[in-house]
């Protein structure tokens, strides 16, 4: 009797066991098995840039950008041509099809307390890893277009 008390009471600590360890197993386990998380949300601006005087469209969008530029770029005017939004997760690609039929395209690596670790590239224009903090968008300068030249603004939005 007394060892049959024993078997039951050792199956239930085995039991015990290894419920305790499949369950360390689920937790530690990644939301998603492909790695991508969440989706993060970025904005893409495209805008034209020329020597031509024309001064900066009346567009609220081409007066951020203008304040974000500066004396970075040098240009007599400055026009919005297209902002597009993507939600991407990390590891996925994002991609925007520029005026000149190139692509704009990005991966975000990593997320952080510092922002999000993209590589971008830009058909023969740009290419590289930047850390994009919320808010701080990057500037990369595009390929020739028109009379001018084409910028693309990349920013982090949630």
């Given amino acids: ?21 499949a369950w360390l197993v689920v937790a530690a386990a990644p939301a998603r098995a492909d790695g991508a998380g969440e ?4 904005e893409v601006t495209v805008v034209h840039v020329s020597s031509e005087p024309g001064g900066v469209a009346k567009d609220p969008r081409a007066r951020r950008i203008d304040g974000l ?4 770029i040098r240009y007599e005017s400055l026009r919005v041509l297209t902002t597009e939004r993507r939600s991407v997760g990390l590891n996925e690609i994002g991609s925007v099809t520029l005026p000149t039929g190139q692509r704009f395209r990005f991966r975000p690596i990593d997320q952080g307390p510092q922002g999000v670790l993209i590589a971008v ?12 903090p919320k808010g701080k968008p990057i500037v990369l300068g595009g390929n020739a277009y028109e009379d001018g030249q084409l910028v693309v603004i990349l920013e982090h939005t949630d």
Avoid at 39 to 42: A, C, K, L, N, Y
Avoid at 69 to 72: N, Q
């Fill in 39 to 42: 989706p993060i949300g970025f």
């Fill in 1 to 21: 009797m007394r060892s049959s008390r024993l078997c039951v009471l050792a199956s239930r600590v085995v039991a015990v066991a290894v419920l305790s360890a």
């Fill in 121 to 132: 590239d830009m058909d023969a224009a740009a290419q590289g890893d930047f850390r994009v």
């Fill in 69 to 72: 530029l500066g004396k970075k």
